[in-house]
Structures are given as C-alpha cells and as structure tokens.
C-alpha cells in the first residue's frame, strides 16, 4: 500500500510518456471510456485494483460487482482516503467525480443506486485501473 500523505506530481510531458493515450484521456483529462469496452468490464480475477498512474491502491475485487452499466463497479474503495470526490456538474449533470487521492487522476463516479452494505456504484473507467492477481 502507497503512503497517502505524499501526492505524486508529474509535468504533464510526463504523464504523455508514461500513460497509454486512453489511459492520459480518462486520468489527465476526466475523458470516459465507451461503455462496455473496457479490459476491466467483466473481470472475475481476484486481485487488488490500483491506479494506472500511480500504483496506487484503490478498490479491492471483493467490492466488484456486475452493475450492468458498462463499466466496472465497486461498492467501496479499498481503505478510507484511497479516493478523493469532488462535485461534479460537468456535461449537464450533477455527479460525483471520483479521483486518486495519491495522483489526482480522475477514475470515475460514484453513484447512490449501488447494493448493500454500503448503497454506492463506484463506476470506475478500466482505463484508470491495473490489477493485481492474487
């Protein structure tokens, strides 16, 4: 698990050098994937979930479920802090963003419709994410 206190702060060149062009899209610039493209939409691999960017520790694959919604779902990051959220009213809507709390990359959103025990849908871009087997 990475230490949460210290952000990871790159130029943006380097962001372009290290990510894939999606991976750059969805962290860098809050782009979404197309719905049910992502490598991560129907992954049933046990594993920990961490950032793309990163390496940071973000949702663990006992959280994941099938929502329908076309892109993986969570219904809780993996620790307290893991994740930052921010008021999102961007493309008409009122959402709620989801980001690394290590890098600031946008992940996804979070939404109230999700199953117990916590009621949440963290729809989270496949693109934001790498697994980790175990």
Known sequence: MSDTKTKVEKSEAEWRR??????YAV???K??????????EHETRKGTY??????HTLFESDAK?????GW????????????DEEHDISHGMIRTEVLCSKCDGHLGHVF???????????????????????
């Open 31 to 40: 782009a979404t994937e197309r719905p049910f493209a992502g490598e991560y």
């Open 18 to 23: 290290e990510l894939t062009p999606m991976q």
């Open 65 to 69: 479920f099938d929502s329908g919604c």
């Open 72 to 83: 993986p779902s969570f219904t809780a990051p993996a620790a307290d802090g893991h994740v």
């Open 27 to 29: 962290l860098r610039e």
């Open 112 to 134: 109230n419709d999700g199953p117990g025990p916590t009621g949440l849908r963290y729809c989270i871009n496949s693109a934001s994410l790498k697994l980790q087997p175990k």
């Open 50 to 55: 961490t950032c793309a960017g990163c390496g």
